[in-house]
């Protein structure tokens, strides 16, 4: 048996997501602290690295498809399953494994793990799933047992990890104070990025077909009901010219809101730029961000745009309320209105827009920090 301490986990289908990627640079920062890591996985990303094995799990013919986005419930249970045999089967092979959940479904699969070997489960709380599944109207039968998964973690959980405060009183809330002295605060920090505005306002200038003068108000995610991109598009008909909306991302949603944007008259106000390797760059090069999420855990591409000293409006959810302190920075979630009013106040008023940056800026401060030496402390201390 193998006895040095080693980190298993899993995450089914590897996609540019904010809680994917912070995965897996916890997996390599693991991995560069000499801890060996074993990743179970359909699809993983590119984890190329001595300490890290993957533990490819194909999925039957039934099941396969190339979007993961297109799986099916049968998938889903099936890999409920299999991913919970190999990482048993892992652990028990292993007496000082701790296993990784970096959500809540990916710990799901590890509870066998932590129930027949008694190995320490850490699991990372990135988002109110609880909520999320609420916003998604996610069937009720389905809700029901989400909430019986989520009470037993909070039984068998060795510690949270949570990326705001809120999110860990949420958890007191629906599992109770036995799981308080569990939780432990890690945040995001600041990505490292030093960008050429100059170089990417060409490029800016270039997907959007803008010459300037041009006001370009950027906002990227997975387009989905949660991320609330439609009211963005229903404060944009309010904003004068010359602004000029940028969503860079993808999702379900993503049709639905073209579809809008021609309904609204303002289509070629409107730059649908998809999925880009890019992204932090493209927003670096704008001259303001929104985040008009409904749910949120701590949105790295809010962190991204204040790395980049951009200035930033953001809806008035629980985490960011944490992460932008000034209230007159951030609207409600149903009131397109007042996003119209701030942006536009963004682009004809400079001392105010100058007053946002500076703010932005000294938030960012708060963000910088090493976070790679942290996560590692949180998984194995």
């Not at 419930?73 to 299999?82: C, D, K, N, S």
């Not at 510690?159 to 945040?187: D, S």
């Not at 003068?213 to 991109?229: G, M, Q, W």
Request: hydrophobic share 45%.
């Amino acid at each position: 048996m193998d006895t040095q301490p080693r980190v298993i986990t899993t995450y089914a289908w590897f996609r540019p997501t904010g809680a994917a990627r912070r995965l897996r640079r916890a997996v390599l920062a693991l991995a560069n602290a000499g801890i060996p890591v074993d990743y179970v996985a359909v699809q993983p990303p590119e984890l190329n690295h001595p300490r890290v094995t993957v533990h490819l799990i194909r999925p039957p013919r039934l099941f396969a498809s190339s979007d993961p986005g297109k799986r099916s419930p049968g998938f889903w249970l099936w890999y409920a399953i299999a991913g919970s045999v190999k990482c048993a089967r892992l652990a028990a092979r292993a007496p000082g494994a701790r296993l990784m959940g970096f959500t809540f479904s990916a710990a799901f699969t590890l509870l066998p793990a932590r129930m027949f070997t008694r190995r320490p489960l850490v699991v990372f709380v990135r988002s109110d799933e609880l909520l999320e599944n609420v916003i998604k109207q996610v069937a009720w039968p389905l809700r029901m047992a989400f909430r019986m998964f989520v009470a037993l973690l909070g039984r068998c959980a060795t510690r949270f990890v949570t990326v705001h405060r809120q999110l860990g009183n949420r958890l007191v809330e629906a599992l109770g104070e036995r799981v308080r002295n569990k939780i432990v605060l890690l945040p995001n920090d600041l990505p490292a990025i030093t960008p050429d505005r100059s170089k990417y306002r060409v490029e800016l200038l270039r997907i959007t077909r803008r010459t300037e003068p041009v006001f370009l108000v950027a906002s990227t995610a997975r387009f989905e009901r949660r991320k609330n991109a439609r009211l963005l598009l229903d404060a944009l008909k309010d904003v004068p010219a010359p602004a000029h909306l940028v969503l860079i991302g993808g999702g379900p949603e993503g049709p639905a809101l073209e579809q809008q944007a021609a309904s609204l008259g303002i289509r070629d106000r409107v730059t649908f730029a998809g999925w880009r390797d890019d992204a932090a760059d493209l927003v670096s090069a704008a001259d303001l961000y929104v985040q008009p999420s409904l749910a949120e855990g701590m949105s790295n591409s809010v962190l991204e745009a204040l790395a980049a000293g951009l200035p930033c409006i953001v809806s008035d959810i629980p985490v960011h309320r944490d992460v932008i302190e000034e209230a007159e920075l951030r609207f409600p979630t149903d009131n397109p209105r007042e996003v119209a009013r701030l942006v536009t106040r963004m682009m004809q008023d400079d001392s105010f827009r100058n007053k946002a940056a500076d703010a932005c800026r000294k938030t960012a401060d708060r963000y910088r920090f090493d976070w790679d030496t942290e996560v590692v402390r949180k998984i194995m201390d």
